[in-house]
Protein backbone atom coordinates (compact mmCIF):
# COMPACT_ATOMS: atom_id res chain seq x y z
CA UNK A 1 0.00 0.00 0.00
CA UNK A 2 1.29 3.46 -0.59
CA UNK A 3 2.45 5.89 1.81
CA UNK A 4 -0.03 8.76 1.47
CA UNK A 5 -3.36 8.01 2.39
CA UNK A 6 -4.95 10.39 -0.46
CA UNK A 7 -2.41 8.69 -3.25
CA UNK A 8 -3.98 5.08 -1.65
CA UNK A 9 -7.86 6.15 -1.67
CA UNK A 10 -7.15 7.84 -5.25
CA UNK A 11 -6.12 4.51 -6.36
CA UNK A 12 -8.31 2.32 -5.05
CA UNK A 13 -11.16 4.55 -5.82
CA UNK A 14 -9.93 4.35 -9.77
CA UNK A 15 -10.26 0.80 -9.43
CA UNK A 16 -13.89 1.17 -7.90
CA UNK A 17 -14.99 3.02 -10.71
CA UNK A 18 -14.05 0.55 -13.03
CA UNK A 19 -15.27 -2.10 -11.06
CA UNK A 20 -18.69 -1.13 -9.06
CA UNK A 21 -21.61 -1.27 -11.06
CA UNK A 22 -23.45 1.62 -9.59
CA UNK A 23 -22.38 4.39 -7.34
CA UNK A 24 -18.59 3.91 -6.33
CA UNK A 25 -18.57 7.23 -4.30
CA UNK A 26 -21.54 5.98 -2.28
CA UNK A 27 -20.54 6.25 0.99
CA UNK A 28 -21.98 5.52 4.67
CA UNK A 29 -21.97 9.29 6.91
CA UNK A 30 -21.91 8.93 10.35
CA UNK A 31 -23.36 11.56 12.34
CA UNK A 32 -24.43 12.02 16.40
CA UNK A 33 -27.43 13.74 17.37
CA UNK A 34 -27.02 15.78 20.61
CA UNK A 35 -27.48 13.32 23.08
CA UNK A 36 -24.71 10.97 21.52
CA UNK A 37 -26.91 8.66 19.66
CA UNK A 38 -24.85 7.43 16.58
CA UNK A 39 -26.88 8.40 13.36
CA UNK A 40 -26.09 7.17 9.44
CA UNK A 41 -27.11 7.26 6.00
CA UNK A 42 -25.50 7.07 2.36
CA UNK A 43 -24.03 10.06 0.54
CA UNK A 44 -22.18 10.91 -2.45
CA UNK A 45 -18.69 11.45 -2.41
CA UNK A 46 -18.35 14.34 -4.31
CA UNK A 47 -14.92 15.85 -4.27
CA UNK A 48 -11.46 14.91 -2.44
CA UNK A 49 -8.04 16.81 -2.44
CA UNK A 50 -5.64 17.25 0.50
CA UNK A 51 -7.83 18.66 2.43
CA UNK A 52 -10.78 16.31 2.64
CA UNK A 53 -13.74 14.42 1.28
CA UNK A 54 -16.64 16.54 0.32
CA UNK A 55 -20.36 15.81 -0.13
CA UNK A 56 -23.47 18.47 -0.32
CA UNK A 57 -26.49 18.78 1.28
CA UNK A 58 -29.50 20.35 2.75
CA UNK A 59 -27.84 22.36 6.11
CA UNK A 60 -31.64 21.74 7.76
CA UNK A 61 -32.20 18.47 6.77
CA UNK A 62 -30.89 15.92 10.17
CA UNK A 63 -27.35 15.47 9.13
CA UNK A 64 -27.18 19.05 8.71
CA UNK A 65 -28.41 19.58 11.98
CA UNK A 66 -26.60 17.29 13.90
CA UNK A 67 -23.26 18.26 12.24
CA UNK A 68 -24.14 21.89 12.92
CA UNK A 69 -24.31 20.86 17.01
CA UNK A 70 -21.53 18.58 16.65
CA UNK A 71 -18.97 18.84 13.62
CA UNK A 72 -17.56 15.60 13.85
CA UNK A 73 -17.97 12.94 11.20
CA UNK A 74 -17.02 9.58 10.31
CA UNK A 75 -17.07 7.99 6.44
CA UNK A 76 -17.16 4.43 5.17
CA UNK A 77 -17.16 3.55 1.70
CA UNK A 78 -17.09 -0.25 1.12
CA UNK A 79 -16.33 -1.78 -2.74
CA UNK A 80 -17.81 -5.35 -2.81
CA UNK A 81 -16.70 -6.24 -6.35
CA UNK A 82 -12.79 -5.52 -4.73
CA UNK A 83 -13.11 -6.38 -1.21
CA UNK A 84 -12.13 -3.35 0.46
CA UNK A 85 -13.36 -0.46 2.24
CA UNK A 86 -12.23 2.93 3.55
CA UNK A 87 -13.00 4.15 7.00
CA UNK A 88 -12.13 8.11 7.58
CA UNK A 89 -12.80 10.03 10.44
CA UNK A 90 -12.55 13.70 11.35
CA UNK A 91 -13.94 17.27 11.71
CA UNK A 92 -16.10 18.90 9.33
CA UNK A 93 -16.31 22.49 7.77
CA UNK A 94 -18.17 24.02 4.80
CA UNK A 95 -16.69 24.63 1.76
CA UNK A 96 -16.66 28.04 0.36
CA UNK A 97 -19.57 29.34 -1.32
CA UNK A 98 -17.10 29.13 -4.48
CA UNK A 99 -17.11 25.81 -4.42
CA UNK A 100 -20.87 25.21 -3.43
CA UNK A 101 -22.04 27.55 -5.78
CA UNK A 102 -19.46 25.91 -9.19
CA UNK A 103 -20.69 22.48 -7.91
CA UNK A 104 -24.49 23.25 -7.70
CA UNK A 105 -24.20 25.08 -11.03
CA UNK A 106 -23.06 21.60 -12.32
CA UNK A 107 -26.03 19.69 -11.28
CA UNK A 108 -29.08 19.52 -13.73
CA UNK A 109 -31.93 22.05 -13.90
CA UNK A 110 -34.54 19.91 -12.29
CA UNK A 111 -31.84 18.63 -9.41
CA UNK A 112 -31.60 22.91 -8.94
CA UNK A 113 -35.09 23.01 -8.01
CA UNK A 114 -35.15 19.94 -6.04
CA UNK A 115 -32.81 21.79 -3.94
CA UNK A 116 -35.60 24.70 -3.46
CA UNK A 117 -38.56 22.11 -3.30
CA UNK A 118 -37.15 19.43 -0.89
CA UNK A 119 -37.50 19.87 2.84
CA UNK A 120 -35.28 17.34 3.30
CA UNK A 121 -35.52 14.96 6.50
CA UNK A 122 -39.06 16.82 7.45
CA UNK A 123 -42.25 15.23 7.91
CA UNK A 124 -43.81 14.94 4.09
CA UNK A 125 -47.99 14.51 3.91
CA UNK A 126 -47.65 13.21 0.75
CA UNK A 127 -46.29 12.53 -2.52
CA UNK A 128 -48.24 15.57 -4.26
CA UNK A 129 -47.20 17.79 -1.63
CA UNK A 130 -43.25 17.33 -2.71
CA UNK A 131 -44.65 17.12 -6.45
CA UNK A 132 -46.19 20.84 -6.06
CA UNK A 133 -43.26 22.17 -4.42
CA UNK A 134 -41.71 21.10 -7.91
CA UNK A 135 -44.33 22.50 -10.29
CA UNK A 136 -44.16 25.67 -7.72
CA UNK A 137 -40.65 26.32 -7.75
CA UNK A 138 -40.45 25.71 -11.81
CA UNK A 139 -42.97 28.08 -12.06
CA UNK A 140 -40.70 31.11 -9.67
CA UNK A 141 -37.97 30.24 -11.96
CA UNK A 142 -39.48 30.05 -15.28
CA UNK A 143 -36.34 29.78 -17.99
CA UNK A 144 -34.28 32.26 -15.45
CA UNK A 145 -31.15 30.61 -13.88
CA UNK A 146 -31.77 28.83 -11.01
CA UNK A 147 -29.31 29.79 -7.50
CA UNK A 148 -28.14 28.27 -4.90
CA UNK A 149 -30.56 28.36 -2.32
CA UNK A 150 -28.33 29.16 1.41
CA UNK A 151 -29.86 26.36 2.99
CA UNK A 152 -28.01 23.79 0.43
CA UNK A 153 -23.90 23.86 0.64
CA UNK A 154 -21.28 21.25 0.99
CA UNK A 155 -19.35 19.58 3.89
CA UNK A 156 -15.71 19.15 4.00
CA UNK A 157 -14.19 15.63 6.44
CA UNK A 158 -10.91 16.93 7.26
CA UNK A 159 -9.58 13.46 8.26
CA UNK A 160 -7.93 12.74 11.66
CA UNK A 161 -7.58 8.88 10.99
CA UNK A 162 -8.28 6.50 7.70
CA UNK A 163 -8.30 3.04 7.55
CA UNK A 164 -7.67 0.64 4.78
CA UNK A 165 -9.17 -3.02 5.07
CA UNK A 166 -8.60 -5.11 1.73
CA UNK A 167 -9.99 -8.58 2.27
CA UNK A 168 -7.18 -11.44 2.12
CA UNK A 169 -7.79 -15.39 2.69
CA UNK A 170 -8.81 -16.82 5.84
CA UNK A 171 -10.15 -13.92 7.41
CA UNK A 172 -6.10 -12.67 7.74
CA UNK A 173 -7.39 -9.00 6.31
CA UNK A 174 -4.90 -6.72 5.80
CA UNK A 175 -5.80 -3.59 8.06
CA UNK A 176 -3.46 -0.08 7.53
CA UNK A 177 -4.29 2.60 9.60
CA UNK A 178 -2.95 6.45 8.75
CA UNK A 179 -3.55 9.09 11.58
CA UNK A 180 -2.80 12.96 11.41
CA UNK A 181 0.57 13.97 12.29
CA UNK A 182 2.51 17.09 12.49
CA UNK A 183 3.58 17.18 9.23
CA UNK A 184 2.05 14.51 7.94
CA UNK A 185 0.49 10.98 8.43
CA UNK A 186 1.73 8.45 11.07
CA UNK A 187 0.65 4.88 9.81
CA UNK A 188 0.96 1.94 11.19
CA UNK A 189 -0.61 -1.71 10.64
CA UNK A 190 -3.81 -3.91 12.72
CA UNK A 191 -4.25 -7.31 13.40
CA UNK A 192 -7.86 -8.25 10.97
Known sequence: MADDPYALFA?????????EV????????ATCTPDGRP??????????????FVFYTNLESRKGGELAANPQA???????????????????EPVSDAEADAYYQSRSRGSRIGAWASRQSRPLEGRFALEKAV????????VSEVPRPAHWSGLRVLPRRMEFWR???FRLHERRVFKAAAGGWE?????P
Not at 39 to 52: I, Y
Open 39 to 52: SARMVLLKGVDDRG
Open 11 to 19: EWMAEATAS
Open 22 to 29: NDPNAMCL
Open 167 to 169: DMP
Open 135 to 142: AEYTLKFG
Open 74 to 92: ALCFHWKSLARSVRVEGEV
Open 187 to 191: TEALF
